[in-house]
T-cell receptor, first 110, second 114 residues
């Protein structure tokens, strides 16, 4: 099955950009997703990218996909304290089964 | 929030007892999923359903069963709870058509098995 790996922790200052990285093993993943989880809450879908795209921008969020290296990143511009959360990347296969990474905890310091 | 509710939201139970968690959706989605979340593991798929009475196993299905007798309800049962099943359980639905699908999650059920 697919493996999805993420670094555990990222700390940034308010106003800086955050970049959260993810690597995956299954080159046939059709879609790659980013979810956000705040304490005590469920997962909120932030954005996703189709595997034939290199980049997708949605307001403060930019997703970059390097298919050759199987590397996905999420950039958050002008990071705010409200962005503090755990961020999960996930890949989907042809049957739309999702495989999740272990999550990256983003801490934003004022 | 895609109209997904989970009940109960919190439960403490003893080892060996049966437990049923309920997921309810209001938007008539065909696909529903149960995941468990444990530190360092992200979310792992337990079972999923692709229609009434149609279910299949996920990555970590041992010790769990599911049922779906109505489109809106997807039940997860732990026949005899064990301490290793202490976790946060999330239900999800699949939305979207054609080329893209998204999964939307409920608020979760925190289960503690003592």
């Amino acid at each position: 099955g697919e493996d999805v790996e993420q670094s555990l922790f990222l700390s940034v200052r308010e106003g800086d950009s955050s970049v959260i990285n993810c690597t995956y093993t299954d080159s046939s993943s059709t879609y790659l997703y980013w979810y956000k989880q705040e304490p005590g809450a469920g997962l909120q879908l932030l954005t996703y990218i189709f595997s034939n795209m290199d980049m997708k921008q949605d307001q403060r969020l930019t997703v970059l996909l390097n298919k050759k290296d199987k590397h996905l990143s999420l950039r958050i511009a002008d990071t705010q304290t409200g962005d503090s959360a755990i961020y999960f990347c996930a890949g989907s296969n042809a049957g739309n089964m999702l495989t999740f990474g272990g999550g990256t905890r983003l801490m934003v310091k004022p | 929030d895609a109209g997904i509710t989970q009940s109960p939201r919190h439960k403490v139970t003893e080892t060996g007892t049966p437990v049923t968690l309920r997921c309810h959706q209001t938007e008539n989605h065909r696909y529903m999923y149960w995941y468990r979340q444990d530190p360092g593991h992200g979310l792992r798929l337990i079972h999923y359903s692709y229609g009434v009475k149609d279910t299949d196993k996920g990555e970590v299905s041992d010790g769990y069963s599911v049922s779906r007798s109505k489109t809106e309800d997807f039940l997860l049962t732990l026949e005899s709870a064990t301490s290793s099943q202490t976790s946060v359980y999330f239900c999800a639905i699949r939305s979207g058509t054609g080329a893209s699908y998204e999964q939307y999650f409920g608020p979760g059920t925190r289960l503690t098995v003592t």
